[in-house]
C-alpha cells in the first residue's frame, strides 16, 4: 500500500504518532513534500469540521498553557478528545524555538484522550504558524473533537487566531496595566470570552475590581459578528476554581452559534481567508523558486544594500520579470 495511504488510514484510526508525522509533513518545506502534504491534507478535509475550535491569546506569563492544562483536562473529563496546537516564539534570526509547552500542561500531557503539538511560528505574522489551519484539519480528521490553538502571545499582532477558530478566548492579568499587557483594542474586539488569571487567594480582589473597571470598557466596543459583546470571568487554574464555568460558558456559546447558523457562516468567511492566504504564499513560493530570478534578486539585493535602486524600484523589476503572458500591470 502507499505509505501516505497507510499513513492516513492510521490517522483515522486515531493513531498519535501517525498525527505528529501527519503534521510533520505538512509543516515540511521542501520540495518534494508539497505534493504529499496537500494530497494528506485533502484526504483529510471530509472528515473533519464537526469540532468546536477554541483559540486561546494572552501574553507571555498570563498563564496560557497551565490554563490549557486545567481546561483541556476539564474536556476530556466530559468525554471529549482534545488537540493542543501550541505555537512557540521563533528566533527571527535562526528559526529555532523554545517550544516547552508540552510540559508545563502536566496533567494533560499523560492522557490518552489529548494530543499536544508545539509548533514554532517561524517568523509568520498574526500568531499562529503558517500551516495551524491544516493541523486543524488532521487532528479532526483524527477524531480530536476539541481543538485548542495557543497563539504566541505578542499582543495586538494576535488576529490570525480569528480566521481559524470558532470562539476565542483572551487571558488577562489583573493589575498588569496596559503597558505590560500589551493588548488593546484590536485584541479585545476578536475575544468571545475574557477571563482573568491567576485569581485565586489575595489576587482575587483585585481580579473583582478589574472585571468591574473592563465591563465598562467592553460596553464601548462594537459587538462581535454574532451579536454578542465578550463575556468576563475569574479563573484559577492551580486551585480549579472558575474553570468548570468557563468551560460550560464555551460550550454553551458554541451550542448557540450552531443552533443559529452563525458557525457555519463563519467557517465559509475563514476558507475564502484561507484561500486568499493560499494564493499568497503560493505566490511567494513561485518567486522564491522561479529560475529567471535566481540571479536578479541576489543582485537587486546588492544594489539596494549600496543605496544604488531604491527598494520599490527593485520590487517593480522582479514583478516585471515574473509577470507572464502580456499581464498587464496593476
Known sequence: MDPDLSLFHALREGDRSALGR??????????????????????????????????????????KS???????????????????????PSSARTGG?????????ERLAVKDAAFIRPTPAAGNLGGVARRTRESIALCEAA?????????VGTGQSELDVDHLTDLNLLLLIAGAGDELQGIKRGIMEVADVIAFTKAEGDARMRAEAARRDLRSAISLLPLRPSGRSAELLLTSA??????AE???????LRAADHASGYQEEHRRAQN?????????????????HDPRLTKLIPALHAEVLAGAKSPFAAADEILALFRTDGAPRP
Open 22 to 63: 501527519g503534521i510533520t509533513l505538512i509543516e515540511s518545506e521542501r520540495e518534494s513534500d508539497l505534493l504529499r502534504a496537500r494530497v494528506l491534507v485533502e484526504r483529510c478535509l471530509p472528515h473533519g469540521g464537526r469540532s468546536l475550535r477554541l483559540g486561546i491569546t494572552g501574553i507571555p506569563g498570563v498563564g
Open 66 to 88: 497551565t490554563l490549557i492544562d486545567a481546561l483541556g483536562t476539564w474536556m476530556i473529563d466530559k468525554r471529549h478528545r482534545v488537540a493542543v496546537l501550541a505555537i512557540d
Open 97 to 105: 524555538s523554545i517550544l516547552g509547552d508540552k510540559t508545563r500542561m
Open 143 to 151: 477524531g480530536y473533537d476539541r481543538i485548542i490553538v495557543e497563539t
Open 238 to 243: 492551580i486551585s480549579g476554581e472558575g474553570i
Open 246 to 252: 468557563l468551560g460550560d460558558r464555551i460550550e454553551l
Open 272 to 288: 475564502l481567508h484561507w484561500m486568499d492566504q493560499a494564493v499568497l504564499h503560493g505566490l511567494r513560493d513561485l518567486l522564491k
